[in-house]
């Protein structure tokens, strides 16, 4: 099972991420993004899909056009874990190359 994020832990992974805002209620991360088209905007998707399969790590989120908007949480710890906070860095690395 994957423990869930002390609340110092949990501290120095926000320091970390300064584009993602902490979602109480949820206990997790989340963040927006905005691509120049929905192609980019899928491409983007495919990526982050390929990354989260191989590490069986699967981000709650939605597109609307242009618009990826990504929940990051772990049900088996029941919240924010260190597997968000890597799926979150390999994300920002995605979102950086294609902008």
Avoid: C, Q
């Avoid at 088209?37 to 699967?58: I, Q």
């Amino acid at each position: 099972m994957v423990a869930r994020l002390t609340g110092e832990e949990r501290a120095r992974a926000l320091a970390e991420l300064p584009r993602w805002t902490l979602d109480a209620e949820r206990d997790g991360i989340r963040r927006s993004f905005r691509f120049a088209d929905f192609g980019a905007a899928w491409a983007f998707m495919t990526r982050v899909a390929l990354a989260a399969e191989k590490a069986d790590h699967h981000p709650e989120w939605s597109n609307v056009y242009n618009r990826v908007d990504i929940l990051l949480t772990t049900h088996d710890a029941n919240g924010l874990s260190a597997r968000d906070v890597a799926l979150a860095k390999l994300i920002d690395a995605y979102a950086d190359a294609a902008a």
